[in-house]
């Protein structure tokens, strides 16, 4: 029972890395986001970062979104977000530039997954299939599983996706 805030925190912590992840692709790129969405459901708050970017965090950590320029709720950015986000949109970059931004999040959420099974596998030497149970080490693989299924989820070819907006660019 005491593992569930650390796999809700887990699980806020994989979806994070992986609109960091499409954030950083914008970012080096030249474009900014208006708004980064984690989580469904009610907001639960609300912070500006210093590139001006609102990042909204929601009640059930099951969905994010990354808006550019056309946020995907109603926020009014400040005076600084909006000069600092003149850049373009993201529709307007070349299509190995929307693709980038597109296949950084799945990519930031598998190198977070490997990463985690790396620590735990040096923190525990008993971390392996026969011993889990008895290791200690579930939520760390479970949090790593989580973010490898993101990953994964994310590149199916259906529309609201990555996988399946990366398709319809190549069409």
Known sequence: MWQIPFLVIGGYGALVIHELGHLLAAHALGINAVTQTIGLGPTISRICD?????????????????????????????????????????????????AAILIAGPLSNLAFACALLLVTNSWDP????????????????????FSLALALFNLLPIPPLGGGRLILLCN
Request: proline content about 14%.
């Open 50 to 98: 210093g590139s001006g970017t609102i990042w909204a965090f929601r009640v059930l950590p099951i969905q994010s979104t990354c808006g550019f320029c056309d946020g995907p709720e109603p926020l009014v950015p400040t005076r600084s977000a909006k000069r600092l986000n003149a850049r373009p949109s993201i529709g307007r970059p070349s299509i190995p530039r929307r």
């Open 126 to 145: 008993k971390f392996a299939p026969p011993h889990l149970g008895e290791a200690g080490s579930e939520i760390p693989l479970l949090v790593g599983g």
